[in-house]
């Protein structure tokens, strides 16, 4: 099981871990729930309902990664054919985004979070490392996490189709990049492993 997430009798997961491999996946959870964000603020009138209804950006984020993790819904209107349509397709990303973004990033933000919590209540095996069993609700959201680590760390290495992650395999060892590159590779080959056990 090292390395691998296995199906667990009932449902769910299991993967051994060691030390290491718990502190990166922890540390790249908690820079994910530092990049998205805080939730909304809760209105100041106490309203806890006043969240459900408040409206998220309309214009996409600056930064690469959150453009990643958060695409327009429309493709990219600069590469549209015609000014009109273009600027329609920018249209409706924006209101697009403005009613979804707060829910995506609060979901992606719960996946995170759900990583952090089940790493942070492991119980060490005394041989540096220790079993990490998830439910199927667990399993699911940290296939989601799995993801936007990767997509996170894809756009980081500018990787837009598998042609430039074949490129990677043969960096030299003193590319600075090289450890973010095994970084994308093995959480790669973690999120197929807990895809298998999640299928039916």
């Known amino acids: ?18 030390d290491v491999e718990i502190s990166i996946i922890r540390s790249l959870a908690v820079q994910m729930t530092e990049l998205i964000g805080p939730g909304p603020a809760e209105d100041a009138s106490g309203d806890p309902l006043a969240e459900l209804f408040a409206e998220g950006p309309s214009e996409p984020p600056s930064d690469p990664v959150l453009r990643r993790l958060f695409p327009d819904a429309y493709g990219d209107p600069g590469s549209t054919p015609g000014a009109k349509e273009a600027e329609e397709e920018r249209e409706y990303s924006a209101e697009f985004r403005r009613y979804t973004e707060n829910d995506l990033r609060a979901g992606k933000r ?25 439910s199927p609700a667990e399993s699911r959201q940290w296939l989601g996490a ?14 837009s189709d598998e042609d430039d992650s074949d490129l990677l395999f043969h960096l030299p060892d003193e590319d600075p990049r090289k450890p973010m590159v095994m970084a ?13 056990t999640l299928l039916p």
């Open 146 to 159: 799995l993801n936007d680590l990767r997509l996170a760390i894809g756009s980081r290495l500018e990787i």
């Open 184 to 196: 994308y590779l093995w959480l790669g080959g973690l999120q197929e492993t807990l895809v298998s």
């Open 1 to 18: 099981m090292p390395g691998t997430f296995e199906p667990l009798p009932g449902g769910g997961a299991a993967v051994a871990l060691d």
């Open 110 to 134: 719960d996946n995170a979070l759900a990583v952090i919590r089940s790493l942070d209540g492991l119980h060490p095996s005394g041989e540096g490392g220790a079993v990490l069993e998830l």
